[in-house]
């Protein structure tokens, strides 16, 4: 069953948002070669805590972290650990929160000092791949016309899209209905609707879209080895179109980024 927000449990919702857009601008600062997973986890508790917010992650079907921290070949639900990051990696931050009743539910793939070319490329067309199923989120479409946008630009330059982990609806629960796949078929699937969230999270292979699990029950790995992007946004239907409740707007000041990416949906 979808739950429809009104424009004031939306506000509500973009303040959860937010606490999860800061807490990863604070994190950007530090993601540099040489610090643990397990410090950046401590660090977004506390920033979390901060807020009047509870860890959105932490105890959620008995997950042991406040964050899911997955570096380069690991997809996502990465456990953090005390293994340093290293120069030339990258790796997918994604972070909940609970305020107020309602959840926020957000990430982005950050690079750690100097990466290749070859990568940069992987999360660039990630990131817009993102935005282009954003655009789609509108009245008039379905959720089959966001996972088309998403994988026809993914597959286009060669890269894998993953079929078993998908987004999803967003709201007092962290996952709600519609589930939101990053392929799928024009004019397909379930109808959107005025006041429908949904977390947007393509989840991209630098190789085959085939994925394999760690025995810890949680952390997602590419099946080849190969590097994996993984950027999310929650986004809104304000007035029939796509608004975002989240930002990558903190992680640009961190890093000295200008971008204009987000001003449409606005």
Excluded at 77 to 106: M, R, W
Excluded at 240 to 253: A, M, N, V
């Amino acid at each position: 069953m979808i739950h429809l927000k009104t424009l004031e449990e939306i506000e509500i919702m973009k303040e959860s948002a937010q606490v999860v857009s800061r807490t990863l601008g604070i994190l950007a600062k530090e993601i540099k070669p040489g610090i643990t997973t397990l410090q950046l986890d401590k660090i977004a508790e506390e920033y979390i805590r901060s807020q009047d917010a509870i860890p959105g992650f932490l105890g959620l079907y008995k997950f042991p972290n406040t964050l899911c921290v997955s570096p380069n070949a690991q997809v996502v639900h990465g456990i953090p650990n005390n293994t340093p990051l290293q120069e030339g990696d990258i790796v997918s931050v994604d972070c909940g929160a609970l305020k107020n009743g309602f959840y926020g539910d957000h990430a982005y793939t950050f690079e750690v000092g100097e990466v290749s070319s070859e990568i940069k490329k992987l999360l660039q067309v990630t990131k817009e791949s993102l935005y282009l199923g954003i655009r789609e989120f509108k009245i008039g479409n379905r959720v089959g016309d966001v996972g088309y946008a998403i994988q026809n630009y993914c597959e286009s330059h060669g890269y894998g899209v993953v079929r078993e982990l998908v987004g999803h609806g967003l709201g007092r629960k962290m996952h709600e209905d519609p589930e939101m796949p990053n392929y799928g078929k024009k004019g397909s699937g379930k109808k959107f609707k005025e006041g429908m969230v949904v977390a947007i999270e393509p989840m991209i292979n630098m190789g085959t879209h085939r994925i394999k699990q760690l025995k810890d029950g949680w952390t997602i790995l590419t099946a080849d080895g190969k590097p994996s992007a993984h950027f999310e946004h929650d986004v809104a239907i304000v007035n029939g179109k796509p608004k975002l409740l989240s930002t990558f707007r903190y992680i640009y000041e961190a890093l000295g980024i200008e971008s204009d990416e987000e001003v449409e949906f606005q």
